[in-house]
Each structure stands twice: as C-alpha cells, then as structure tokens.
C-alpha cells in the first residue's frame, strides 16, 4: 500500500458537481492499494496514520498526532499511486491491486482508522472526483508498508 498524507486546513471532495465529504482541519489521505496488498498492510497503515506526528504541539514541534489533536481525516482511494513510468511517458498501472479488491481493502484501512477514534470521510470509489484543499505547511508524506 501507498499512501500521500497531507496535512490540511480544509479540503472537499465533490462528484458531478455534489459535494460528497469535506474536512476542516487534518489529514487528506490518497491511498493506492497493490497487487497482492492485505488487510495486514491495511493494520500498519491505519497504526502509523493515526499516530504520524505531523501537528504541532505548544512550543512548534510537529509532536501531536491527528488523533491527539481531534481532527479528521479525508481518505481518498488512487490507484494512480501505482503508475510506473519507467518505460515511455504513458504510466503503466499494472501494479495496482483489481478495482473489487482495492475496494475492499480501502473500505477495510477506513473502518481500522475509525477504530482508532478517528472520524473519517471518504471520497467515492473510482469515480471523477474533484477535490479542493488548503494545504497546511505544506506537510506531504509518502508512506508505503
């Protein structure tokens, strides 16, 4: 698994024009599912996003976690995380896991981040989304477990 985690004011993500979910303040996660990803990997990335210590505490540390500091997440499903372009200028995508299973391990690394007491929102599954937010920083991680 793949995941860009960015640290936001706000963001909000709409489909044809509706507005679908939007965040004041947290994370905006784009997670991209591989070939041969489990729920395994799901467990860590759920476990390290919601302890990644990317706020900042009192005295201007990013020492706090999103779960310390009561914000939510935005958790945005891209399998384009996957494009290799290696070879040409056109991404090869052959190392993004099937849209079924992607699904279902995206909606599965959504409910374990929930457990952690963590709202999240979520955008739709392989539709067009539009997503507009205010970076905070900038913060930007890559993570892959």
């Known amino acids: 698994m793949k995941a860009v985690i960015q640290r936001v004011k706000n963001t909000a993500l709409t489909v044809d024009g509706q507005l679908i979910s939007s965040i004041e303040g947290g994370l905006c996660v784009f997670l991209g599912v591989g070939v041969g990803d ?15 210590r990317i706020f900042e505490d009192d005295n201007g540390k990013m020492n706090l976690s999103v779960k310390d500091v009561g914000k ?35 909606e ?3 409910k374990k981040l929930s457990e952690e007491g963590i709202t999240v ?16 920083g900038p913060v930007t991680i890559i993570m892959e477990i």
């Open 72 to 106: 939510e997440v935005l958790m945005v499903s891209q399998f384009t995380l996957y494009g290799d372009c290696t070879h040409g200028n056109r991404p090869s995508f052959t190392g993004a896991e099937l849209p079924e299973r992607a699904n279902e391990l995206y």
């Open 121 to 136: 929102k979520k955008g739709v599954f392989g539709a067009d989304m539009k997503i507009n937010q205010l970076n905070d």
């Open 38 to 52: 489990s729920t395994a990997n799901a467990d860590k990335l759920a476990y390290k996003i919601a302890r990644l």
């Open 108 to 110: 599965y690394c959504v």
